[in-house]
Each structure stands twice: as C-alpha cells, then as structure tokens.
Nanobody
Framework: QVQLVESGGGLVQAGGSLRLSCAAS????????MGWYRQAPGKQRERVTV???????AYADSVKGRFAISRDSAKNTVYLQMNSLKPEDTAVYYC?????????WGQGTQVTVSS
C-alpha cells in the first residue's frame, strides 16, 4: 500500500503563489504516476496535472503556464507550484498515486484564493 500526505494549502490573494507538497510512504517503488486533482464547491473533481515517472507531464488547460508539477524522488515527494493564482483556483486539492492495479488519494488540502 501507498499512503499520501499533502501539505501547503492556505489562503492567498489573487496573483499570489502557493506550493503544495505530497509525501508518499509505503510501497513507493510501485508508483508509476502521480498527480493532482481539485474539487471546488458544487463542482466535479477535475484533474489538474499528472506526471508519468520517467515520462511526460500533462496539465489542464486552465492551469497551463501557471502551475508546475515536480518531483523529488529521494524524498518520495511531488510538488505543485501554483503561480498567478485566481479566485477560480479555489478548491480542495488532492494528490494521487497510481501503480499496477491501484490508485491512492491523499486527504486533500484547501486552497483559497481571495479577490
């Protein structure tokens, strides 16, 4: 099993930046893909970004050029750098990890962007 713990959420003004962290533990060697999703109140959960280990990354159109996913393999941690934040980025952000036959989710971290 893999466990995920997110951190770094908070309240920020529009135009500001935040960096989210997601630390993985457990059977981390089985992880092939990690990413971030978000869910705003009254809306469906949507994928923000995904990183295929040893491969490519992808971003939702709404965050391209503003958000960046990165990874510190030594720390089993992925990061989501969020710049030029907008009020519509307000949501609970969830980290995910995928391996063969499983997907795990973190507990979520709240990001609130004030106008």
């Amino acid at each position: 099993q893999v466990q995920l713990v997110e951190s770094g959420g908070g309240l920020v003004q529009a135009g500001g930046s935040l960096r989210l962290s997601c630390a993985a533990s457990g059977r981390t060697s089985t992880i092939n893909v990690m990413g971030w999703y978000r869910q705003a109140p009254g809306k469906q959960r949507e994928r923000v970004t995904v990183m295929v280990f040893g491969g490519s990354t992808a971003y939702a159109d709404s965050v391209k050029g503003r958000f960046a996913i990165s990874r510190d393999s030594a720390k089993n941690t992925v990061y989501l750098q969020m710049n030029s934040l907008k009020p519509e980025d307000t949501a609970v952000y969830y980290c995910t990890a995928r391996g063969l036959g499983y997907i795990e989710w973190g507990q979520g971290t709240q990001v609130t962007v004030s106008s």
